[in-house]
Protein backbone atom coordinates (compact mmCIF):
# COMPACT_ATOMS: atom_id res chain seq x y z
CA UNK A 1 0.00 0.00 0.00
CA UNK A 2 1.17 3.43 -1.23
CA UNK A 3 1.81 5.48 2.06
CA UNK A 4 1.49 9.64 1.29
CA UNK A 5 3.16 11.74 3.99
CA UNK A 6 3.01 15.70 4.21
CA UNK A 7 5.15 18.60 5.72
CA UNK A 8 5.27 20.36 7.68
CA UNK A 9 2.87 19.62 9.90
CA UNK A 10 1.52 23.25 10.40
CA UNK A 11 3.02 26.46 8.35
CA UNK A 12 2.65 29.65 9.93
CA UNK A 13 2.40 32.30 7.41
CA UNK A 14 1.62 35.87 7.25
CA UNK A 15 -1.59 37.11 4.07
CA UNK A 16 0.32 38.58 1.37
CA UNK A 17 3.08 35.91 1.85
CA UNK A 18 3.69 32.39 -0.47
CA UNK A 19 3.52 28.87 0.88
CA UNK A 20 4.59 26.10 0.10
CA UNK A 21 3.26 22.38 0.55
CA UNK A 22 4.80 19.26 0.22
CA UNK A 23 3.80 15.72 -0.28
CA UNK A 24 5.53 12.81 -0.64
CA UNK A 25 4.38 9.22 -1.67
CA UNK A 26 6.16 5.65 -0.74
CA UNK A 27 6.63 5.03 -4.36
CA UNK A 28 5.81 6.55 -7.43
CA UNK A 29 2.18 7.69 -8.55
CA UNK A 30 2.99 8.93 -11.95
CA UNK A 31 0.82 12.37 -11.81
CA UNK A 32 -2.27 10.77 -10.50
CA UNK A 33 -2.36 13.34 -7.25
CA UNK A 34 -4.38 15.53 -6.47
CA UNK A 35 -5.13 18.51 -3.75
CA UNK A 36 -8.01 19.67 -1.15
CA UNK A 37 -8.53 22.42 0.57
CA UNK A 38 -10.83 21.90 3.99
CA UNK A 39 -12.58 24.81 6.36
CA UNK A 40 -13.28 23.88 9.28
CA UNK A 41 -16.64 22.24 9.11
CA UNK A 42 -16.70 21.89 5.77
CA UNK A 43 -16.44 19.68 2.88
CA UNK A 44 -13.14 19.12 1.49
CA UNK A 45 -13.05 21.19 -1.85
CA UNK A 46 -10.99 19.89 -5.11
CA UNK A 47 -7.90 22.27 -5.66
CA UNK A 48 -5.33 20.47 -8.03
CA UNK A 49 -5.79 17.32 -10.17
CA UNK A 50 -3.52 15.52 -11.93
CA UNK A 51 -0.68 17.00 -10.07
CA UNK A 52 -0.69 20.56 -12.01
CA UNK A 53 -4.08 21.42 -13.23
CA UNK A 54 -6.52 23.53 -11.60
CA UNK A 55 -10.02 22.51 -10.60
CA UNK A 56 -13.12 24.83 -12.14
CA UNK A 57 -13.07 27.75 -10.48
CA UNK A 58 -9.90 27.63 -8.75
CA UNK A 59 -7.84 30.86 -8.47
CA UNK A 60 -4.24 31.38 -10.37
CA UNK A 61 -2.68 31.74 -7.40
CA UNK A 62 -2.83 27.81 -6.67
CA UNK A 63 -0.30 26.25 -8.43
CA UNK A 64 0.59 22.35 -8.54
CA UNK A 65 3.69 20.42 -9.54
CA UNK A 66 6.10 17.03 -9.62
CA UNK A 67 5.48 14.01 -10.33
CA UNK A 68 6.47 10.13 -9.10
CA UNK A 69 7.04 10.61 -5.64
CA UNK A 70 7.24 14.45 -4.68
CA UNK A 71 4.88 17.19 -5.39
CA UNK A 72 4.01 20.76 -4.06
CA UNK A 73 1.23 22.72 -3.67
CA UNK A 74 1.91 26.44 -4.07
CA UNK A 75 -0.02 29.40 -2.94
CA UNK A 76 1.41 32.76 -4.33
CA UNK A 77 0.21 35.35 -2.23
CA UNK A 78 -2.34 34.24 0.99
CA UNK A 79 -5.44 35.75 1.55
CA UNK A 80 -7.32 35.05 4.45
CA UNK A 81 -9.82 32.60 2.84
CA UNK A 82 -6.79 30.17 2.67
CA UNK A 83 -6.45 29.48 5.85
CA UNK A 84 -7.09 26.22 6.39
CA UNK A 85 -5.53 22.58 6.13
CA UNK A 86 -4.78 21.21 2.98
CA UNK A 87 -4.76 17.45 1.79
CA UNK A 88 -2.62 15.67 -0.82
CA UNK A 89 -4.42 12.15 -2.09
CA UNK A 90 -3.52 9.46 -4.61
CA UNK A 91 -4.92 7.11 -6.71
CA UNK A 92 -3.22 3.42 -7.04
CA UNK A 93 -4.45 1.52 -9.86
CA UNK A 94 -3.62 -1.89 -8.74
CA UNK A 95 -5.17 -2.71 -5.85
CA UNK A 96 -7.75 0.27 -6.80
CA UNK A 97 -7.47 2.53 -3.99
CA UNK A 98 -7.16 6.49 -2.66
CA UNK A 99 -5.13 7.11 -0.21
CA UNK A 100 -4.90 11.03 1.59
CA UNK A 101 -2.11 12.43 3.25
CA UNK A 102 -2.28 13.64 6.93
CA UNK A 103 -2.91 17.37 6.42
CA UNK A 104 -1.11 20.37 6.36
CA UNK A 105 -2.49 23.40 8.46
CA UNK A 106 -1.84 26.54 7.01
CA UNK A 107 -2.91 29.04 9.75
CA UNK A 108 -2.11 32.90 10.35
CA UNK A 109 1.51 33.71 11.52
CA UNK B 1 -25.29 22.82 -10.81
CA UNK B 2 -23.63 19.31 -9.57
CA UNK B 3 -24.90 18.46 -5.98
CA UNK B 4 -24.65 16.11 -3.47
CA UNK B 5 -26.83 15.89 -0.81
CA UNK B 6 -26.92 13.37 2.22
CA UNK B 7 -28.63 12.12 4.71
CA UNK B 8 -28.71 13.46 8.26
CA UNK B 9 -27.12 12.70 11.53
CA UNK B 10 -27.48 9.59 13.10
CA UNK B 11 -26.61 8.16 16.72
CA UNK B 12 -25.88 4.43 17.40
CA UNK B 13 -25.14 1.77 19.69
CA UNK B 14 -22.15 -0.24 19.48
CA UNK B 15 -22.76 -3.46 17.62
CA UNK B 16 -25.53 -1.61 15.32
CA UNK B 17 -25.37 -0.52 11.55
CA UNK B 18 -26.23 2.59 9.88
CA UNK B 19 -27.07 3.41 6.30
CA UNK B 20 -26.17 6.85 5.07
CA UNK B 21 -28.06 7.81 1.87
CA UNK B 22 -26.50 10.66 -0.92
CA UNK B 23 -28.31 11.74 -3.62
CA UNK B 24 -27.37 13.39 -6.67
CA UNK B 25 -28.92 16.05 -9.07
CA UNK B 26 -27.47 18.16 -11.80
CA UNK B 27 -25.68 15.19 -14.04
CA UNK B 28 -25.96 12.21 -15.67
CA UNK B 29 -25.84 10.18 -12.29
CA UNK B 30 -24.53 6.45 -14.01
CA UNK B 31 -21.60 8.16 -15.88
CA UNK B 32 -19.67 8.83 -12.42
CA UNK B 33 -18.07 6.71 -9.39
CA UNK B 34 -19.31 7.50 -6.26
CA UNK B 35 -16.62 7.34 -3.67
CA UNK B 36 -17.16 7.86 0.41
CA UNK B 37 -14.56 9.11 2.82
CA UNK B 38 -14.89 9.28 6.22
CA UNK B 39 -13.11 11.76 8.66
CA UNK B 40 -12.96 11.23 12.76
CA UNK B 41 -13.20 13.92 14.98
CA UNK B 42 -10.05 16.32 14.38
CA UNK B 43 -8.78 13.80 12.25
CA UNK B 44 -7.71 13.82 8.58
CA UNK B 45 -9.73 12.37 5.77
CA UNK B 46 -9.66 8.43 5.17
CA UNK B 47 -11.45 6.53 2.37
CA UNK B 48 -14.15 4.42 2.52
CA UNK B 49 -14.49 2.79 -0.93
CA UNK B 50 -15.94 3.81 -4.21
CA UNK B 51 -18.74 2.41 -6.50
CA UNK B 52 -19.55 2.61 -9.81
CA UNK B 53 -23.16 4.23 -10.40
CA UNK B 54 -22.72 2.74 -14.24
CA UNK B 55 -22.81 -1.13 -13.17
CA UNK B 56 -22.33 -1.13 -9.24
CA UNK B 57 -18.81 -2.58 -9.17
CA UNK B 58 -16.86 -1.96 -6.29
CA UNK B 59 -13.97 -1.80 -4.65
CA UNK B 60 -13.53 -1.06 -0.33
CA UNK B 61 -10.26 -0.08 1.83
CA UNK B 62 -8.91 -3.46 3.00
CA UNK B 63 -9.68 -2.24 6.92
CA UNK B 64 -13.60 -1.84 6.15
CA UNK B 65 -13.98 -5.26 3.88
CA UNK B 66 -17.08 -7.46 5.89
CA UNK B 67 -18.46 -4.89 7.26
CA UNK B 68 -19.27 -1.98 4.40
CA UNK B 69 -21.33 -2.38 1.83
CA UNK B 70 -22.33 0.63 -1.12
CA UNK B 71 -24.65 0.23 -3.04
CA UNK B 72 -26.69 2.71 -5.63
CA UNK B 73 -30.36 3.39 -6.85
CA UNK B 74 -29.87 4.50 -10.18
CA UNK B 75 -34.37 5.00 -10.13
CA UNK B 76 -33.46 8.16 -7.93
CA UNK B 77 -29.92 8.78 -8.46
CA UNK B 78 -28.78 8.04 -5.04
CA UNK B 79 -26.02 6.16 -3.38
CA UNK B 80 -25.74 4.63 -0.05
CA UNK B 81 -23.31 3.66 2.33
CA UNK B 82 -24.11 0.66 4.73
CA UNK B 83 -21.68 0.08 7.88
CA UNK B 84 -22.31 -3.12 10.07
CA UNK B 85 -20.95 -3.32 13.97
CA UNK B 86 -20.47 -0.12 14.19
CA UNK B 87 -17.30 0.77 17.01
CA UNK B 88 -16.98 3.80 18.65
CA UNK B 89 -13.86 4.57 16.29
CA UNK B 90 -16.49 4.56 13.65
CA UNK B 91 -17.90 7.69 15.45
CA UNK B 92 -17.20 10.30 12.37
CA UNK B 93 -18.41 12.37 9.82
CA UNK B 94 -19.05 10.42 6.39
CA UNK B 95 -18.83 12.29 2.54
CA UNK B 96 -19.65 10.91 -0.25
CA UNK B 97 -17.83 12.64 -3.50
CA UNK B 98 -18.23 12.45 -6.85
CA UNK B 99 -15.45 10.37 -8.33
CA UNK B 100 -13.86 11.38 -12.19
CA UNK B 101 -11.60 8.80 -13.38
CA UNK B 102 -9.88 9.54 -16.03
CA UNK B 103 -6.19 8.67 -17.47
CA UNK B 104 -3.80 9.67 -15.51
CA UNK B 105 -6.11 11.34 -12.74
CA UNK B 106 -8.56 9.94 -10.65
CA UNK B 107 -9.73 12.58 -8.01
CA UNK B 108 -13.10 13.87 -6.36
CA UNK B 109 -14.87 16.87 -7.82
CA UNK B 110 -18.08 17.28 -5.84
CA UNK B 111 -18.81 16.45 -2.31
CA UNK B 112 -21.81 15.90 -0.21
CA UNK B 113 -22.34 18.14 3.04
CA UNK B 114 -21.37 15.43 5.15
CA UNK B 115 -23.23 12.87 8.12
CA UNK B 116 -21.97 12.42 11.18
CA UNK B 117 -22.39 9.45 12.41
CA UNK B 118 -22.51 9.16 16.19
CA UNK B 119 -21.64 5.53 18.22
CA UNK B 120 -22.41 5.87 21.69
CA UNK B 121 -23.52 2.96 23.87
Known amino acids: EIVMTQSPATLSVSPGERATLSCRAS??????LAWYQQKPGQAPRLLIY???TRATGIPARFSGSGSGTEFTLTISSLQSEDFAVYYC???????????FGPGTKVDIK | QVQLVQSGAEVKKPGASVKVSCKAS????????ISWVRQAPGQGLEWMGW????????NYAQKLQGRVTMTTDTSTSTAYMELRSLRSDDTAVYYC??????????????WGQGTLVTVSS
Open chain 1, 27 to 32: QSVSSN
Open chain 2, 51 to 58: ISAYNGNT
Open chain 1, 89 to 99: QQYNNWPPLFT
Open chain 2, 26 to 33: GYTFTSYG
Open chain 1, 50 to 52: GAS
Open chain 2, 97 to 110: ARTISSVGATYFDY
